[in-house]
């Protein structure tokens, strides 16, 4: 049906071609054609509008794409047909990608195929990645991540791809070190290789890449059990520059202290979670790799950062996360003597930390450019001052929950910080004076002031009305935030792609027709706003046709019409979360029409009939996982859910009792706060 | 005269000898197998000593279990245990005893006689095999040594009847009954009082073994049992056991043991039984018995050739060591860097592995083989096991030296294991997908086919809900043909912002 509707609209083009010879655009050369579809970036559907002028035009558009991302599987062929030099292919989100699909693919591609991504497709096999080794000769990479069942014989149908750089293979469990070996000895070009979560790889393999590929640049081995046997290889490769070892219990001080050569072209590390490393370890580590520019040491909890003061010439350090570390107000003193050029630093949940501390670090560290001090619950405005007073050129700040800054402290943010484009001030005590202040960032892209109790409209509106760039807004239980603040959010930010406004229970329709101004809206979150009704949904879904997320939980005025205006619309939406909605079969069976939906969860839907719930699980051909209530376990036939979950959706029976009433915010976050006082 | 010889001998042998003993026994002989004629004569020996404190007690029974082991292995243990079992009896000198214990040294020196006259009639021969001669040279000396104290032993019983004349005019006689001498050093004593009685270099020799021995029983770091151990051909030895390993971390100096060199027919004879002197093999313990006993009188002993090779205390025996007899061998004595073999069965494993034909063929493979059928059969147990393949065909026991290969060579990598493609190939229609791919290949003509699956799975649930009723909403088929408005928006691509950049190639 849809083909033959498009051939009418092309018939139809071709018809006013002949009446008006003269058509403006057939001027227009291939080049400049070319350029200017070079800067249609921003939004997919200008390309779509642009191939839509002409036949010409369509061709132009059809040539000139390069990077595809279908949304269906269904389409590919067409897609295919029609796009013949695309060079990378996305297909994340045809989850049931066959072998007979991926030979295709690489029939119909071949040699301009370049780079493909099959991160968590399932049902093909290494079938069809040799055929894709056998026909796409120029594929430079390849992400086969999250297929826990996939083995080495997809190892090593890699391995066949000559040219092959860059290779992701995270949480493909059953490959081991005979899969690697396979990449190792095949693809000598190798650059970039990831094996995080192969928990079958060992240093038998990761070695045999560092001796084989020498071209690696960065290397992912996270969560393997890889031991200090494999460092010395990995560290004389000349070109490393990213190495990544989260997790790895087997990873400890003696690894690094006998290393006899670090490496010099390491610029990040990743050793985060590595519990047996200790300070010596990671002293020698830094004095041997003197070009490291990123550390990450998150919950390495044996070591204590006191430890850099032995490090006199560590100057090229930039960045380091300590997230979760021992961490003292002396430790971060010499923290900031050795380490010269701090541009980033993350304190994230560091007990240790106090007002001492970080002021000794922003004396010295004038120039943090990033900055995390998320739930360092010690810190009073006396730390805010310094970090304001010092640090001017500030592009991101996360304090959420640092629970004694008041909101003076907060105002001296907006005073002192106007490049900050990241702020996190959730579950703090900020008010309007605060907010309003903050509207002298106008670079802000992303904010974050949920469960701030205090904020209203006289707030918000100043940042609506001077934050331009914002995509990310927050407002988690902001209480006090009505249709007047969203509408001036949705004035002033016509880039905003992720708006939260969960359980803000003042917001109502008014407000999502503002917010159906913002075309590039993708991710919405209403929960438990009880005013929201269908109404508000589908102008969303009209207007904002690029929503990927939508979550109505709670909304019990939300219905099957705003379900039918979804299916019509929003067919880029993958995951929705539809609990205590007023939906029926036919709304639900509406919205299983739509191939993208991957994640649902629908709890106490009274409309809903186990023969409509079964109806719509058999349509939905996309699903990935879906929650339902363990009630409808029995009353769904056995086989029916096998023959779903064979398709690759996960069921989650969830038991939970129908909550008539939620409480209010307020005793919300005073129970939260109880919480961390205990 | 039994109390001198009866109850004050045990009393001395168990105080005053103590401190002698004690070092050796805290040193070395705690060996939980210490064989049934030691216990029993513990037992015997526990009853003569009622009067002594239990801690006390236990460790003068202790040492007196190893005095009686010690003795037992000189052969003084019959008469010492006749003494014993009889609660001292009046020790009547009894001549017929005598007699058949002179007939019997007579038959022995007949038999040394014997062979030192084989020495010298094959001299010539030996000349070219210095072993050979060093062979018979330990036999005759090992059988003078039991001449010897065969005749003290025949003397001492004659010592009552005698006492007052001998004493009085032997010194060392009377040393015998000292009770501050043990009875080795009974052996010393006699041996250095009669000079006369020998004076070959023969003799000699036995002297400074028998002067070792005495050092060897003062000294407080006796010589490390466990050589002794090893000396013998034990038959629990695992068959496999290395015949280099150990001989060479041990260094020997050289001199200090015996080296022994069989005969290429002996090693390769299937022989299981190995005399602990002289190297001979026997097909049956029970001929290597009757041989022990051309080699004296203590191995006739029931005791003796009851367990004998676990005898701890057989300290009579030198450390022995072995040769290869290949010349040119590095296992051989002539070689300039030799390497003493352990035991007879390390020289039978050396030489069948070093100097003979590997005869035994690998059923599996068809290719390894063995000179040494334990090798054989290790190498089948894992034959056929060499699961680490290389794209080159070769085939590795181990993954570390699979890995080691292909890092080593360009182009090589490592082959999967073909039952495992197999065990995944498995999946859903895998087996028809290379005819499928053939037919697809191209054209997606095949469009149907490729979401076959899912039309099926349609089909399949219109089927099954066949007799379902949605009221009002009857028309279950727009939906299975999307039957919303689609062709609004064909591509819908994702907005990461991943997709649009473009240009590029």
Same mark, same amino acid.
């Given at each position: 049906?849809?083909?033959?509707?498009?051939?009418?609209?092309?018939?139809?083009?071709?018809?006013?071609?002949?009446?008006?010879?003269?058509?403006?655009?057939?001027?227009?050369?291939?080049?400049?054609?070319?350029?200017?579809?070079?800067?249609?970036?921003?939004?997919?559907?200008?390309?779509?509008?642009?191939?839509?002028?002409?036949?010409?035009?369509?061709?132009?558009?059809?040539?000139?794409?390069? @990077?595809?991302?279908?949304?269906?599987?269904?389409?590919?062929?067409?897609?295919?047909?029609?796009?013949? /030099?695309?060079?990378?292919?996305?297909?994340?989100?045809?989850?049931?990608?066959?072998?007979?699909?991926?030979?295709?693919?690489?029939?119909?591609?071949?040699?301009?195929?370049?780079? #493909?991504?099959?991160?968590?497709?399932?049902? &093909?096999?290494?079938?069809?990645?040799?055929?894709?080794?056998?026909?796409?000769?120029?594929?430079?990479? #390849?992400?086969?991540?999250?297929?826990?069942?996939?083995?080495?014989?997809?190892?090593?149908?890699?391995?066949?791809?000559?040219?092959?750089?860059?290779?992701?293979?995270?949480?493909?469990?059953?490959?081991?070190?005979?899969?690697?070996?396979?990449?190792?000895?095949?693809?000598?070009?190798?650059?970039?290789?990831?094996?995080?979560?192969?928990?079958?790889?060992?240093?038998?393999?990761?070695?045999?890449?560092?001796?084989?590929?020498?071209?690696?640049?960065?290397?992912?081995?996270?969560?393997?059990?890889?031991?200090?046997?494999?460092?010395?290889?990995?560290?004389?490769?000349?070109?490393?520059?990213?190495?990544?070892?989260?997790?790895?219990?087997? #990873?400890?001080?003696?690894?690094?202290?006998?290393?006899?050569?670090?490496?010099?072209?390491?610029?990040?590390?990743?050793?985060?979670?590595?519990?047996?490393?200790?300070?010596?370890?990671?002293?020698?580590?830094?004095?041997?790799?003197?070009?490291?520019?990123?550390?990450?040491?998150?919950?390495?909890?044996?070591?204590?950062?006191?430890?850099?003061?032995?490090?006199?010439?560590?100057?090229?350090?930039?960045?380091?996360?300590?997230?979760?570390?021992?961490?003292?107000?002396?430790?971060?003193?010499?923290?900031?003597?050795?380490?010269?050029?701090?541009?980033?630093?993350?304190?994230?949940?560091?007990?240790?930390?106090? $007002?001492?501390?970080?002021?000794?670090?922003?004396?010295?560290?004038?120039?943090?450019?990033?900055?995390?001090? =998320?739930?360092?619950?010690?810190?009073?405005?006396?730390?805010?001052?310094?970090?304001?007073?010092?640090? =001017?050129?500030?592009?991101?700040?996360?304090?959420?929950?640092?629970?004694?800054?008041?909101?003076?402290?907060?105002?001296?943010?907006?005073?002192?910080?106007?490049?900050?484009?990241?702020? $996190?001030?959730?579950?703090? $005590?900020?008010?309007?004076?605060?907010?309003?202040?903050?509207?002298?960032?106008?670079?802000?892209?992303?904010?974050?002031?949920?469960?701030?109790?205090?904020?209203?409209?006289?707030?918000?509106? +100043?940042?609506?009305?001077?934050?331009?760039?914002?995509?990310?807004?927050?407002?988690?239980?902001?209480?006090?935030?009505?249709?007047?603040?969203?509408?001036? !959010?949705?004035?002033?930010?016509? %880039?905003?792609?992720?708006?939260?406004?969960?359980?803000?229970?003042?917001?109502?329709?008014?407000?999502?027709?503002?917010?159906?101004?913002?075309?590039?809206?993708?991710?919405?979150?209403?929960?438990?706003?009880?005013?929201?009704?269908?109404?508000?949904?589908?102008?969303?879904?009209?207007?904002?046709?690029?929503?990927?997320?939508?979550?109505?939980?709670?909304?019990?005025?939300?219905?099957?019409?705003?379900?039918?205006?979804?299916?019509?619309?929003?067919?880029?939406?993958?995951?929705?979360?539809?609990?205590?909605?007023?939906?029926?079969?036919?709304?639900?069976?509406?919205?299983?029409?739509?191939?993208?939906?991957?994640?649902?969860?629908?709890?106490?839907?009274?409309?809903?009939?186990?023969?409509?719930?079964? =109806?719509?699980?058999?349509?939905?051909?996309?699903?990935?996982?879906?929650?339902?209530?363990?009630?409808?376990?029995?009353?769904? *036939?056995?086989?029916?859910?096998? %023959?779903?979950?064979?398709?690759?959706?996960?069921?989650? @029976?969830?038991?939970?009792?129908?909550?008539?009433?939620?409480?209010?915010?307020?005793? @919300?976050?005073?129970?939260?706060?109880?919480?961390?006082?205990? | 005269?039994?109390?001198?010889?009866?109850? *004050?001998?045990?009393?001395?042998?168990?105080?005053?000898?103590?401190?002698?003993?004690?070092?050796?026994?805290?040193?070395?002989?705690?060996? *939980?197998?210490?064989?049934?004629?030691?216990?029993?004569?513990?037992?015997?020996?526990?009853?003569?000593? +009622?009067?002594?404190?239990?801690?006390?007690?236990?460790?003068?029974?202790?040492?007196?279990?190893?005095?009686?082991?010690?003795?037992?292995?000189?052969?003084?243990?019959?008469?010492?245990?006749?003494?014993?079992?009889?609660?001292?009896?009046?020790?009547? @000198?009894?001549?017929?005893?005598?007699?058949?214990?002179?007939?019997?040294?007579?038959?022995?020196?007949?038999?040394?006689?014997?062979?030192?006259?084989?020495?010298?009639?094959?001299?010539?021969?030996?000349?070219?095999? +210095?072993?050979?001669?060093?062979?018979?040279?330990?036999?005759?000396?090992?059988?003078?040594?039991?001449?010897?104290?065969?005749? !003290? /032993?025949?003397?001492?019983?004659?010592?009552?009847?005698?006492?007052? =004349?001998?004493?009085?005019?032997?010194?060392?006689?009377?040393?015998?009954?000292?009770?501050?001498?043990?009875?080795?050093?009974?052996?010393?004593?006699?041996?250095?009082?009669?000079?006369?009685?020998?004076?070959?270099?023969?003799?000699?020799?036995?002297?400074?073994?028998?002067?070792?021995?005495?050092?060897?029983?003062?000294? +407080?770091?006796?010589?490390?049992?466990?050589?002794?151990?090893?000396?013998?051909?034990? $038959?629990?030895?695992?068959?496999?056991?290395?015949?280099?390993?150990?001989?060479?971390?041990?260094?020997?100096?050289?001199?200090?043991?015996?080296?022994?060199?069989?005969?290429?027919?002996?090693?390769?004879? *299937?022989?299981?039984?190995?005399?602990? #002197?002289?190297?001979?093999?026997?097909?049956?313990?029970?001929?290597?018995?009757?041989?022990?006993?051309?080699?004296?009188?203590?191995?006739?002993?029931?005791?003796?050739?009851?367990?004998?090779?676990?005898?701890?205390?057989?300290?009579?025996?030198?450390?022995?060591?072995?040769?290869?007899?290949?010349?040119?061998?590095?296992?051989?004595?002539?070689?300039?860097?030799?390497?003493?073999?352990?035991? !007879?069965?390390?020289?039978?494993?050396?030489?069948?592995?070093?100097?003979?034909?590997?005869?035994?063929?690998?059923?599996?493979?068809?290719?390894?083989?063995? /000179?040494?059928?334990?090798?054989?059969?290790?190498?089948?147990?894992?034959?056929?096991?060499?699961?680490?393949?290389?794209?080159?065909?070769?085939?590795? /026991?181990?993954?570390?030296?699979?890995?080691?290969?292909?890092?080593?060579?360009?182009?090589?990598?490592?082959?999967?294991?073909?039952?495992?493609?197999?065990?995944?190939?498995?999946?859903?229609?895998?087996?028809?997908?290379?005819?499928?791919?053939?037919? &697809?290949?191209?054209?997606?003509?095949?469009?149907?086919?490729?979401?076959?699956?899912?039309?099926?799975?349609?089909?399949?649930?219109?089927? &099954?809900?066949?007799?379902?009723?949605?009221?009002?909403?009857?028309?279950?088929?727009?939906?299975?043909?999307?039957?919303?408005?689609?062709?609004?928006?064909?591509?819908?691509?994702?907005?990461?912002?991943?997709?649009?950049?473009?240009?590029?190639?």
């Amino acid at each position: 049906m849809e083909p033959e509707k498009r051939m009418d609209k092309r018939i139809r083009v071709d018809l006013n071609l002949e009446q008006n010879p003269i058509s403006p655009f057939e001027s227009l050369s291939e080049e400049v054609l070319f350029l200017i579809l070079d800067l249609l970036n921003s939004n997919p559907l200008d390309r779509k509008s642009f191939s839509l002028v002409s036949r010409s035009f369509y061709k132009l558009e059809s040539c000139h794409r390069r @990077w595809l991302t279908p949304l269906r599987l269904d389409l590919l062929p067409s897609i295919l047909t029609r796009y013949s /030099s695309i060079s990378h292919l996305n297909l994340t989100l045809c989850s049931r990608l066959t072998d007979v699909t991926l030979a295709s693919i690489a029939s119909l591609l071949s040699s301009s195929l370049r780079s #493909i991504n099959l991160s968590g497709s399932r049902s &093909y096999t290494h079938k069809g990645i040799e055929c894709l080794a056998e026909k796409c000769f120029n594929l430079e990479e #390849i992400d086969v991540s999250i297929r826990v069942d996939l083995g080495d014989e997809v190892a090593a149908a890699i391995g066949k791809m000559v040219k092959m750089e860059r290779v992701n293979m995270g949480r493909c469990k059953k490959v081991t070190d005979l899969g690697i070996g396979c990449i190792a000895a095949g693809c000598p070009n190798l650059k970039l290789l990831c094996v995080k979560g192969c928990v079958g790889v060992t240093d038998l393999g990761v070695k045999l890449v560092a001796v084989k590929c020498r071209k690696l640049q960065s290397l992912d081995v996270s969560f393997t059990m890889i031991t200090k046997k494999c460092l010395p290889a990995i560290m004389q490769l000349p070109n490393l520059e990213e190495f990544c070892m989260t997790g790895c219990l087997g #990873i400890d001080n003696k690894a690094f202290v006998n290393l006899k050569q670090g490496c010099n072209s390491l610029q990040a590390l990743d050793m985060s979670n590595c519990e047996h490393m200790t300070d010596s370890g990671v002293l020698s580590i830094l004095q041997k790799c003197p070009n490291l520019y990123h550390l990450n040491l998150a919950s390495c909890s044996s070591v204590n950062v006191s430890i850099l003061s032995g490090l006199k010439s560590m100057c090229k350090l930039g960045s380091i996360k300590l997230d979760g570390c021992k961490v003292t107000a002396s430790g971060l003193k010499s923290l900031s003597n050795s380490c010269i050029s701090l541009k980033e630093l993350s304190l994230s949940k560091c007990p240790g930390v106090t $007002d001492e501390g970080i002021s000794v670090i922003m004396a010295k560290h004038k120039d943090l450019v990033k900055l995390d001090v =998320t739930c360092c619950r010690y810190i009073t405005d006396e730390s805010l001052s310094a970090i304001t007073s010092s640090c =001017t050129s500030l592009v991101s700040l996360r304090m959420e929950s640092c629970t004694k800054l008041s909101s003076e402290g907060f105002r001296l943010i907006g005073q002192h910080c106007p490049k900050l484009e990241e702020l $996190d001030l959730t579950d703090n $005590d900020l008010d309007d004076e605060g907010l309003r202040s903050l509207a002298n960032c106008h670079n802000l892209v992303s904010l974050k002031i949920g469960i701030c109790l205090r904020i209203t409209d006289n707030g918000l509106i +100043p940042i609506g009305q001077s934050c331009p760039r914002l995509r990310e807004l927050d407002l988690y239980r902001a209480i006090g935030i009505t249709d007047k603040g969203v509408s001036a !959010i949705a004035d002033g930010c016509p %880039h905003l792609e992720m708006i939260n406004m969960a359980y803000c229970t003042n917001i109502s329709d008014e407000s999502l027709k503002f917010l159906s101004k913002c075309s590039k809206l993708c991710i919405v979150e209403i929960r438990g706003c009880l005013q929201v009704s269908s109404v508000g949904i589908s102008v969303i879904a009209a207007g904002c046709r690029l929503l990927s997320k939508l979550d109505v939980k709670k909304c019990c005025e939300v219905n099957d019409a705003a379900m039918f205006s979804l299916a019509r619309y929003s067919h880029n939406l993958c995951q929705i979360h539809l609990s205590y909605c007023s939906v029926t079969d036919a709304g639900l069976l509406a919205l299983a029409c739509l191939g993208s939906l991957r994640n649902v969860t629908m709890l106490h839907l009274s409309g809903v009939s186990p023969k409509g719930l079964a =109806t719509a699980l058999l349509m939905c051909h996309g699903l990935t996982k879906v929650k339902m209530h363990s009630s409808f376990k029995s009353s769904i *036939p056995r086989a029916l859910i096998e %023959h779903v979950e064979s398709r690759g959706c996960s069921f989650h @029976w969830m038991y939970k009792p129908f909550q008539v009433d939620f409480e209010s915010s307020e005793l @919300w976050k005073q129970q939260s706060h109880d919480l961390f006082v205990e | 005269m039994k109390q001198i010889i009866g109850e *004050p001998g045990i009393d001395l042998s168990s105080d005053s000898k103590m401190d002698l003993k004690l070092t050796r026994n805290s040193e070395s002989f705690h060996k *939980p197998n210490s064989s049934n004629h030691n216990l029993n004569s513990f037992n015997q020996a526990s009853q003569y000593f +009622p009067n002594l404190s239990p801690t006390k007690f236990l460790s003068r029974a202790e040492n007196l279990q190893q005095n009686l082991k010690t003795k037992s292995t000189n052969s003084f243990e019959p008469n010492l245990n006749s003494g014993m079992a009889t609660q001292n009896p009046p020790l009547d @000198w009894d001549p017929h005893a005598m007699l058949s214990n002179l007939s019997f040294l007579e038959q022995k020196i007949h038999e040394v006689q014997s062979l030192v006259q084989s020495i010298i009639d094959q001299q010539a021969e030996f000349s070219s095999r +210095p072993s050979e001669l060093a062979t018979r040279q330990q036999l005759a000396t090992a059988d003078l040594t039991c001449t010897i104290i065969q005749l !003290i /032993s025949t003397a001492g019983s004659l010592l009552p009847s005698i006492k007052n =004349t001998l004493l009085s005019n032997n010194p060392a006689l009377r040393q015998l009954v000292n009770p501050d001498f043990n009875n080795n050093l009974k052996c010393e004593g006699l041996i250095r009082n009669f000079p006369e009685t020998a004076r070959n270099s023969e003799y000699e020799d036995l002297l400074r073994n028998l002067d070792n021995e005495a050092d060897w029983m003062k000294e +407080p770091n006796p010589p490390p049992q466990s050589d002794i151990v090893d000396a013998n051909p034990i $038959d629990e030895h695992d068959l496999k056991e290395s015949d280099d390993g150990d001989a060479e971390r041990e260094h020997l100096p050289p001199g200090s043991y015996i080296v022994l060199q069989l005969e290429k027919e002996e090693i390769l004879a *299937p022989h299981t039984h190995f005399c602990v #002197i002289c190297g001979k093999g026997f097909k049956r313990d029970a001929n290597l018995r009757m041989h022990m006993r051309g080699h004296g009188d203590e191995y006739k002993t029931p005791a003796a050739l009851a367990k004998p090779s676990k005898e701890p205390g057989s300290d009579a025996h030198p450390v022995t060591r072995y040769s290869c007899p290949f010349v040119g061998c590095k296992r051989n004595k002539e070689h300039k860097k030799f390497q003493p073999l352990k035991t !007879i069965l390390c020289v039978k494993n050396h030489y069948k592995r070093s100097h003979c034909d590997k005869s035994y063929t690998c059923s599996r493979c068809h290719a390894k083989k063995f /000179s040494v059928i334990a090798d054989l059969k290790t190498h089948e147990k894992h034959c056929g096991r060499d699961k680490w393949q290389c794209s080159c065909g070769t085939t590795f /026991s181990r993954k570390d030296k699979l890995f080691g290969h292909v890092a080593l060579f360009q182009g090589h990598t490592p082959a999967l294991p073909m039952d495992e493609v197999k065990a995944s190939g498995s999946g859903q229609g895998n087996d028809d997908m290379t005819e499928d791919l053939g037919v &697809y290949n191209g054209n997606f003509a095949s469009e149907e086919c490729l979401t076959s699956m899912d039309v099926k799975g349609i089909d399949e649930s219109r089927a &099954y809900f066949s007799p379902m009723n949605f009221d009002g909403f009857g028309a279950l088929d727009e939906f299975g043909r999307g039957g919303f408005d689609l062709e609004d928006n064909p591509f819908a691509f994702i907005p990461s912002g991943f997709g649009q950049r473009s240009g590029d190639s």
